[in-house]
T-cell receptor, first 112, second 110 residues
Framework: EPEVTQTPSHQVTQMGQEVILRCVPI?????FYWYRQILGQKVEFLVS????????KSEIFDDQFSVERPDGSNFTLKIRSTKLEDSAMYFC??????????FGPGTRLTVL | KQEVTQIPAALSVPEGENLVLNCSFT??????LQWFRQDPGKGLTSLLL?????REQTSGRLNASLDKSSGRSTLYIAASQPGDSATYLC?????????FGKGTRLHILP
């Protein structure tokens, strides 16, 4: 069964460094998403992406965040200058059209 | 703006009991609703998906119902087992994003 994959599973970085979280959505899917979950808190929507552009973003998704689909298979989330409060689990999801979103296993980001 | 409330926030019961977890949401314009399971420090495991046109879905000991017009969903767990201990998340999908509830933290006592 097709699945969403994410790499790395755990990323440790120093405050102020740039990180790129990678996702490979299900191959024929058209809509892509990033969510995050700070430890002990609920899962929060960050951004949705369709037709090579952002379709919606939350107030969390400020100028330090960006998304890209560089090669038609990967979907990336870049954090330009990480802060301690960016430490969280980041989930990628994809869907075909008006059906369910399929979630990846997550990347745990630790900012020191 | 969609708001999702899950009750109770935590539940601790002895093994073998039947359980009902409740979810309410404010915006009924949803495509579907998923129930997820999350173990501590782990990812999201999709348990059941109910399309907006459906009333319920069943998988094994799990049954989820959806009353879209009233903004309610319930997850019923039959004959609970210690392995069911986890956090259960209600996730209505609409307006191009999923809004998650805070979850119900379930602890099944052996």
């Amino acid at each position: 069964e097709p699945e969403v994959t994410q790499t790395p599973s755990h990323q440790v970085t120093q405050m102020g460094q740039e990180v790129i979280l990678r996702c490979v959505p299900i191959s024929n899917h058209l809509y892509f998403y990033w969510y995050r979950q700070i430890l002990g808190q609920k899962v929060e929507f960050l951004v949705s992406f369709y037709n090579n552009e952002i379709s919606e973003k939350s107030e969390i998704f400020d100028d330090q965040f960006s998304v890209e689909r560089p090669d038609g298979s990967n979907f990336t989330l870049k954090i330009r200058s990480t802060k301690l409060e960016d430490s969280a689990m980041y989930f990628c999801a994809s869907k075909l059209v008006l059906d369910t979103q399929y979630f990846g296993p997550g990347t745990r980001l630790t900012v020191l | 703006k969609q708001e999702v409330t899950q009750i109770p926030a935590a539940l601790s019961v002895p093994e073998g009991e039947n359980l009902v977890l409740n979810c309410s949401f404010t915006d009924s314009a949803i495509y579907n609703l998923q129930w997820f399971r999350q173990d501590p420090g782990k990812g999201l495991t999709s348990l059941l998906l109910i399309q907006s046109s459906q009333r319920e879905q069943t998988s094994g000991r799990l049954n989820a119902s959806l009353d879209k017009s009233s903004g309610r969903s319930t997850l019923y767990i039959a004959a609970s087992q210690p392995g069911d201990s986890a956090t259960y998340l209600c996730a209505p999908d609409g307006d191009d994003k999923i809004i998650f509830g805070k979850g119900t933290r379930l602890h099944i006592l052996p």
